[in-house]
């Protein structure tokens, strides 16, 4: 499974311009070239007056099949194997739909993921929360009372490592996605310095992760991110780390990157990527690739995993 990889005949920066860019005094906005480029404006709020779509379960999920979103959806369906959790999950396409009217109320940010829950009866006003981090803690929070997935505040030195390594990749995946993944897949132009920058700020990120997973500097790292015990960490590590590692996050990005020094990390993908939740979740808000089976557009009940099995 991979998530979308458009491929562009993009150019070059040519030698007569030497990469070089002055800026002007003041910023001016201009349109902006390559595969999101036209969405992307400099102000925020919405753009039109449609409302988001809303399912029975008392959780509803507004989301992508990226990264960020399968963070949250690996969750929901580990909650779902565990507890019983139940929700429903629609799709939010980055062409536009993430500016609705109804899409900014539940993330003012209009980025994806954002969740709503109807915690005080479906008549009542939910509780929005939005960025991914947040939503997997809030989650946590009220549905795994078992403290499964995040450590309880009587296991405080592993629910601090567990947080730590939380918003370690909350703080470095966007040089990943946002660095890394821009210049090197969606860019209208290829610009070696941003490209190099970036490049090596993954590598030292994937390093950072081998070292932790294989023990490398000590520590209890292994087989998870906080040893023995999996937890949300993980789950917001794979859908980068891992699926960047498994080659399916950018077209060539595997042998660029140079990936199979990072065996540590290989392995915790490949453990990662047998858990029945990891593959579920990657299904849901899914809309691309050449899969069918990997592909289940809207989610509102365990039972369309089977039911998508069937039509196939």
């Known amino acids: 499974m991979s998530y979308p990889n458009p491929k562009h005949a993009y150019p070059t920066l040519g030698d007569n311009t030497h990469g070089e860019y002055t800026p002007s005094k003041v910023w001016e906005f201009e349109s902006q070239g390559g595969k999101f480029g036209g969405t992307n404006r400099p102000t925020a709020g919405s753009r039109d007056d449609v409302e ?74 939910p509780v929005r929360v939005f960025e991914s981090a947040a939503i997997l803690m809030y989650l946590c929070e009220h549905f795994d009372t078992d403290h499964v997935f995040l450590p309880g505040t009587n296991e405080p030195a592993l629910r601090a490592e567990c947080l730590s390594w939380l918003f370690f990749v909350q703080g470095s995946a966007p040089f990943v996605g946002g660095g890394f993944g821009h210049f090197f897949n969606y860019a209208p132009v290829k610009i070696k310095y941003a490209i190099d920058r970036y490049t090596m700020e993954t590598k030292r990120q994937l390093d950072v992760l081998n070292r932790r997973l294989g023990k490398i500097d000590g520590g209890d790292g292994g087989p998870y991110l906080c040893g023995e015990k999996y937890t949300i960490a993980d789950v917001c590590a794979y859908p980068w780390y891992g699926v960047i590692v498994e080659g399916k996050l950018y077209s060539g990005s595997a042998e660029f990157l140079a990936v199979h020094e990072y065996e540590h990390v290989l392995e915790w993908a490949n453990l990662m990527s047998k858990r029945l939740a990891c593959h579920r979740g990657k299904m849901v808000n899914r809309i691309w690739g050449d899969s069918p089976d990997e592909q289940l557009h809207e989610r509102h009940s365990v039972s369309d995993f089977e039911t998508k099995r069937a039509l196939l």
């Open 52 to 125: 988001l779509p809303r399912g029975s379960h008392a959780l509803q999920l507004y989301s992508l099949g990226t990264p960020n979103g399968v963070k949250v959806t690996i969750l929901l369906e580990e909650l779902n194997l565990r507890y019983g959790v139940e929700y429903d999950a629609f799709t939010i396409k980055l062409t536009g739909e993430q500016f609705g009217k109804g899409f900014t109320a539940a993330n003012p940010n209009s980025k994806i993921p954002a969740l709503l829950h109807y915690a005080d009866g479906p008549d009542a006003p």
